[in-house]
């Protein structure tokens, strides 16, 4: 077997084992070998890191209609705590290892990321970093697909799948994501090919404006150069703005077809006044910091037209005077910043 380029894949989870069980089982059948596998658990509740130890162990079974049943095996697991990774060193770890790192609370998923990826290049020094969400399950030959592409031309620094959903409405071959567009005029974010069934119309590779976080290749050296996810955001648009950081810093995205996942669409954040919040806000901060000259004419869109359709659909459409708030919250809170970038490495 030729020498493959060693890749770290980074997992958050908060409560929700059984996705990222299921996960961990997809991974077991990739056809790529060179892997370690980081799990930030985010102070979970719910007994999460007991069951991924038994998982990992042999003593917890995983069913999915994506594969069969299979046999428990024993997989390689390391348990950190927090101050435990970040004082580590390099790691001489078996291929496919399970490294848990556990939080005393709710660090946000960019920071958690951060957390992980800082802990993958300093124990495991990859040469890629995959960041993928614990709600998914994954092809087996996709990490192959996304190494070849990127190994092929230097000047990609993010690589992103063709998404389908895990379930819609009972079908697994509706696209959720096939590349990302994004105007730097409204700070509109567009899913290619989004509630589309797949027929083969989005399978050519190309560069597209984002990729997004659920599942991102990104490389080693480019992401000690750009630096990682600013925790500011908390959640929402932070994949945007590390993309963005990269394609200014002379590094493209690029969809890749042929590696394929699917995706329990925000299975850990359903519509609430927290989404609402922090959707309305980042989208400001994403803007301000990357829209340059646009940013004026954003704000006059916005406040012409944006905001007002945003109001009537909060409180006539979804009768919701709470997510109107967290809307107006967000949209005060986003005109304030952001900060600036923090030291992530």
Request: proline fraction near 6%.
């Amino acid at each position: 077997m030729r020498d493959e380029p060693a890749v770290s894949i980074v997992l958050v989870n908060w409560n929700g084992w059984k996705d990222t069980v299921e996960c961990l089982a997809s991974l077991s059948h990739l056809q790529y070998h060179a892997i370690q596998i980081v799990i930030v658990d985010n102070g979970s509740a719910d007994g999460s890191v007991e069951k991924i130890r038994e998982y990992c162990r042999g003593q917890l079974g995983v069913t999915s209609p994506f594969f069969a049943e299979q046999p428990a095996a024993q997989i390689p697991f390391a348990q950190l705590t927090a101050e435990e990774a970040a004082a580590t060193g390099n790691v001489n770890a078996e291929p496919g290892t399970v490294t848990v790192i556990t939080n005393q609370g709710n660090l946000g998923f960019a920071e958690a990321n951060n957390q992980g990826t800082r802990y993958a290049l300093r124990a495991f020094d990859p040469a890629y970093v995959l960041f993928l969400n614990n709600d998914t399950v994954v092809d087996p030959r996709f990490l192959a697909a996304f190494v070849e592409v990127a190994e092929a031309d230097p000047s990609i620094g993010f690589l992103g799948p063709k998404t389908c959903y895990y379930d819609y409405q009972g079908r697994r071959d509706v696209i959720n994501f096939a590349g990302g567009e994004l105007s730097l005029l409204t700070g509109n974010t567009v899913h290619i090919g989004q509630n589309q069934p797949d027929q083969g119309q989005f399978d050519t590779q190309r560069v597209v404006d984002y990729v997004e976080g659920s599942c991102l290749l990104a490389r080693s050296p480019m992401l000690k150069q750009i630096g990682l996810l600013d925790p500011g955001y908390f959640v929402y648009y932070e994949e945007n703005d590390l993309v963005m950081r990269g394609r200014k810093a002379g590094f493209s995205a690029v969809y890749v077809p042929t590696a394929v996942i699917w995706h329990k669409v925000s299975a850990s954040s359903k519509k609430t006044p927290i989404k609402t919040y922090y959707m309305a806000r980042n989208r400001f901060w994403f803007m301000k910091r990357h829209a340059g000259w646009h940013y004026p004419l954003f704000l006059i869109v916005f406040f012409i037209s944006s905001f007002w359709l945003s109001t009537a659909i909060h409180l006539l459409y979804y009768k919701s005077p709470d997510a109107f708030r967290a809307y107006a919250r967000g949209v005060r809170d986003g005109l304030k910043g952001p900060a600036p970038l923090p030291q992530t490495l």
